[in-house]
Every structure is written in structure tokens, then in C-alpha cells.
């Protein structure tokens, strides 16, 4: 509970009083419509899933169907079920993000290792869709960080530039250091992103081109989880695209190294 004292307060103070009750009032209505704007959006993301789920378990309980057309259905449902499971773990990360309770645990670990790690377990996946994965990195540089959540970021990061590239493409992870600053930087010769649509990508279900996203089981999460990641570190995330060139993502670290 809380209490104020209007009787001691001139007509200034008042009005400063006033306006500042507007603003609150102002920034709780913006916060309510965000609110309903994500839920609507959670609402139809997982609706298109279910709808497909649906559909395609009622045909593939039919009598006529041979073997090979009932399994072609039950293909599209397991599709589905994945992308479901993508979507709600990618909402509870954001929700364990939102959370005041957050922390991230850093320590001192060498980047390039962690790099190696990461690159050689997403190798098969860039092999499979024909896109060299290269890793230009100076040993011994060590970063203070969270581990598992620097992973996260760099793997939402490449899996962005392996869906988004085409075959034939190389991506490069490339890392620098410069007094107390490391720069890692992704880049990719795929599809770009028009620069309308830059300021945007870090949005919330924010896509370029929806359908080519949610092909590739996109959720149109996996940015905005970056930029809370980077944001936890206090770091800065830059991005520079040019359209069927290419995309960089640099995350710069600054501070303690
Ligand atoms: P998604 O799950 O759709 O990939 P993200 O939040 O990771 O969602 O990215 C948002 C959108 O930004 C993508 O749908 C895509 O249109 C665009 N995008 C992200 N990374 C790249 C990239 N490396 N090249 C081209 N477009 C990209």
C-alpha cells in the first residue's frame, strides 16, 4: 500500500505529480497490448501445428490407404510434433529470460575450444545441406562468460546462416581481439536480409519470409533469445546484410577478458 501526501504539495509539484501518473499509466497500457500482441502470436504459432496435426491424423486413420501414404502422414505429424517442441522450449527459455531470477554463470574459457566444439557437432547438418563451415581463431583467447549460454548464442547464429544460405556457400566463424574487446563474427553468402527489415529481426516471431522459415522448423525466436543473451553479458550484437551477398553477425564482448 502507498499513500500520498496531496495537502503539503503546490500546484507545480501537482502537476509534476500528475504527469508522472500519465506516463506510468501510459507504460502499463504499452506493456498490456505487448502482452496480448505475444499471446496472440503464441496462440497462432501453435495453432498452425495442431491444425496440421489434426488434419493429418484423421486421414491417415482411413482403411484404403497402402503403407507408404499412411507412413507419409505420420511423417507430417512427427514434423509437427517437433516443431511444437521447439516452440514451447523456446518460450520457456525466453520466460526463464524474462525472470528476474535469471543469472548467468560466467568463467574463463578459451573461445576457440568452445568454437571447435560447437562447429564439430553442427558440421553434419552444414554438410548435409552442402555449406562449408570454416573457423578463423587465434588460440589462447579466453573469454568470461557463460558457457552454455554462449553456445546458445553461436549455435542460434550458425543455424540461422545454414538455413538462410544456399548450397555451395561457405559460412566463417571468425574471431579477434583488441585490448579488452573480442569480436566474434559470423558470416554467411546466403540470401541476406533487406534492410527494412534489419531494425526488426530481433523481434519476437519476427521473420523475413515466414514460410521459408517455418520450413526449416524456425520459430522466429531464435534471435530475440540472442540479443537477451548478449544483453545478460552485457555485451552488443551488430548485424551488416546485403541482399543475395550476405549476412555478419558480430558479437563484441567487452570488460573483464
Ligand atoms: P527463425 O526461427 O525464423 O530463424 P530468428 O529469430 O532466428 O527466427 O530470425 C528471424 C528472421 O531473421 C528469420 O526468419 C530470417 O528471415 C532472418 N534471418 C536471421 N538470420 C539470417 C541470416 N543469417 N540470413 C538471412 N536471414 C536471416
Sequence with gaps: NFSIQLESKSNDELGELVESIQLLANEL??????????????????????????????VAKRDHLGLEERLSYLNVITEETTKMTTLVTELMQLAQLDNNTFTIQKEFFSVCESLKKISQRLLPTFKQAGIKLLTVCPENIHIHADPVRFEQIVVNLLENARNYSPEGTSTTIEVAKKDAEIKISIHDQGKGIPSNDVPFIFERFYRVDKSRSRELGGTGLGLSIVKELVDAHHWEIEVSSKTNKGTTFTIIARGEL
Design 29 to 58: 497500457n504499452h506493456l498490456k497490448t505487448e502482452r496480448n500482441e505475444f499471446l496472440a502470436s503464441i496462440s497462432h504459432e501453435l495453432r498452425t501445428p495442431l491444425t496440421y496435426i489434426k488434419g493429418y491424423s484423421e
